[in-house]
C-alpha cells in the first residue's frame, strides 16, 4: 500500500479524564467531522495547522472575535483541551477538526477563502532521514498559497533555524506568496515556544501573503 509520509506519528499519551470527557460532550458540538464538505464563513477565516494543547489558539480567538477559527490537530489529548477552553471561555468563533490538516486543506477549505493560515511550531523532525516529515514543503506551499485569499497571510513560527531557512526558502519560491510585514493576529508564546526558549532556540516568525 502506497501511504503517503504524514508530518506527525500518533503518540496519543495520557488523556485525562476531563480531555476524554470533552471529546465525548464536546466535540459534537465545536468539532466538525472530517468530510469533503467545504466550511462556508460569511467573516475571516483563519485556519490553524497543528494547534497543539490549544492555548494560543484560544487567546488569538478572544483577542479577534470578529474573525472565525477552524483547528486542525490529530493529537487526542490537545484536541480535547482546546474543546475544554472553547467551553470555559464560552467562545463562539472556534471550530475544531481532530484530523490531518493537510486532508482539511485540500477537502475542506474553499480556494481563496482564508484571511490567514497559523502555523506555529510545526514537528520540527530535525534529523536530515526525517526532513521529508517536515510540513512545509514545495507541495504544501502551494496548497497553502491556492487556498489564501489574495492578500490573505501564511504565518509561521519556529525555533528550529535550519527549518526557518528552509520555510523561508520554500515560500519564496512559491511564485504566488510575496513576504508580509505582519499577521492577522500577533502570537502569543505558544507552549512549545516556551520550550524551545528554555533550550535557548532562537525564535523565527515568517508572514508571507498571497499575492492580489
Ligand atoms: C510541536 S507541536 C506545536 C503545538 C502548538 N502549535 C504550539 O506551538 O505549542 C506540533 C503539533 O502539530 C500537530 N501536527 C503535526 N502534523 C499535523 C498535521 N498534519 N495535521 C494536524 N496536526 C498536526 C502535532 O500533533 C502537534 O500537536
Known amino acids: 500500500m502506497n501511504r503517503p509520509i504524514r508530518s506527525y506519528v500518533l ?3 495520557r488523556t485525562t479524564p476531563a480531555q476524554t470527557r470533552a471529546l465525548e460532550q464536546l466535540y459534537p458540538k465545536y468539532g466538525i467531522a472530517f468530510s469533503d464538505q467545504k466550511i462556508i464563513s460569511a467573516r475571516p477565516l483563519v485556519l490553524e495547522i497543528g494547534s497543539g494543547m490549544g492555548e494560543t489558539t484560544v487567546e488569538i480567538a478572544k483577542a479577534h472575535p470578529e474573525v472565525d477559527f477552524i483547528a ?3 493529537h487526542g489529548p490537545g484536541v480535547g483541551s482546546l474543546l475544554n477552553r472553547i467551553e ?3 467562545l463562539a ?3 475544531v477538526v481532530r484530523h490531518d490538516a493537510v486532508d482539511v486543506l485540500e477537502h475542506m477549505v474553499a480556494d481563496g477563502s482564508l484571511a490567514a493560515i497559523h502555523l506555529f511550531f510545526p514537528d520540527p523532525w530535525p534529523k536530515k532521514r526525517h526532513h521529508k516529515r517536515r510540513l512545509v514543503q514545495p507541495a504544501f506551499a502551494a496548497l497553502a498559497a491556492r487556498k ?3 492578500g490573505g497571510i501564511l504565518h509561521a513560527a ?3 533555524p535550519d527549518y526557518a531557512d528552509r520555510m523561508q526558502e520554500v515560500f519564496s519560491r512559491e511564485a504566488s506568496l510575496e513576504k508580509a ?3 492577522l493576529a500577533e502570537k502569543p508564546v505558544t507552549k512549545f515556544e516556551a520550550r524551545g526558549k528554555r533550550l535557548g532556540h532562537p525564535i523565527r516568525e515568517l508572514f508571507y501573503k498571497r499575492r492580489p
Open 148 to 150: 489564501l485569499a489574495p
Open 181 to 183: 510585514d505582519s499577521g
Open 88 to 90: 470555559a471561555g464560552r
Open 11 to 13: 503518540r496519543q499519551g
Open 72 to 74: 486542525a490537530e490529530v
Open 158 to 160: 519556529t525555533d528550529w
Open 93 to 95: 468563533n472556534v471550530r
